[in-house]
């Protein structure tokens, strides 16, 4: 089946600092790649939709310029934290659709676990 | 806008049956998903609805009532592993967007 990788898994930093995160689709090419944020038993909320060559649709609420959201291809999408702060901890999910594949299936990656002191 | 409902918790024994409902609000509704996630772990896809009525895959069933804007996942011989929770997500926009639930946390007794 289509497989969604991450790195780096988990991730620690210091206050102010930038974190660029990785999502790759390995056997598929995905036009459509999402990304989301969990925080500690609660649901994963909807960051941005990243479509492959365009600029990402923010979900209202999420800063652009905070989270900047790269899809330079059809099998990576990058997020980059910039300047992050404690807050910003939190678990970071993406998945992707395959192109071309139903609307209703996205794979998700198996998460980047951000801890800012 | 969008928004779904789905209880916080439930609690079954193994061996039992359990439903968890969902309903939801949306613009441009294109079907409801669900998902299942483990402690620590990502989402993992369990079954979709895009017409109403009853999909079933193994031990996990799923109901939609598009008028009723409604659905349920149904969970069949229930197993200590099946401790988890259970998100329910509806695509929307036409099925370009996914927003998913709060997650309805099941704890299986032995």
């Known amino acids: 089946g289509a497989v969604v990788s991450q790195h780096p898994s988990r991730v620690i930093c210091k206050s102010g600092t930038s974190v660029k995160i990785e999502c790759r689709s390995l056997?598929?090419?995905?036009?459509?790649m999402f990304w989301y944020r969990q925080f500690p038993k609660q649901s994963l909320m909807l960051m941005a939709t990243s479509n492959e060559g365009s600029k990402a649709t923010y979900e209202q609420g999420v800063e652009k310029d905070k989270f900047l959201i790269n899809h330079a291809s059809l099998t990576l999408s990058t997020l980059t934290v910039t300047s992050a702060h404690p807050e910003d901890s939190s678990f970071y999910i993406c998945?992707?659709?395959?192109?071309?594949?139903?609307?209703?299936?996205?794979?998700f990656g198996p998460g980047t676990r951000l801890l800012v002191l | 806008g969008q928004s779904l409902e789905q209880p916080s918790e439930v609690t079954a024994v193994e061996g039992a049956i359990v439903q968890i409902n969902c309903t939801y609000q949306?613009?441009?509704?294109?079907?409801l998903s669900w998902y299942q996630q483990h402690d620590g772990g990502a989402p993992t896809f369990l079954s979709y609805n895009g017409l109403d009525g009853l999909e079933e895959t193994g031990r996990f069933s799923s109901f939609l009532s598009r008028s009723d804007s409604y659905g349920y996942l149904l969970l069949q011989e229930l197993q200590m592993k099946d401790s988890a929770s259970y998100f329910c997500a509806v695509l929307g926009n036409g099925g370009f967007k996914t927003i998913f639930g709060a997650g309805t946390r099941l704890f299986v007794k032995a």
């Open positions: 949306t613009s441009g509704f294109y079907g």
């Open positions: 998945s992707a659709r395959t192109s071309g594949g139903a609307k209703e299936t996205q794979y």
């Open positions: 056997d598929f090419q995905a036009t459509t």
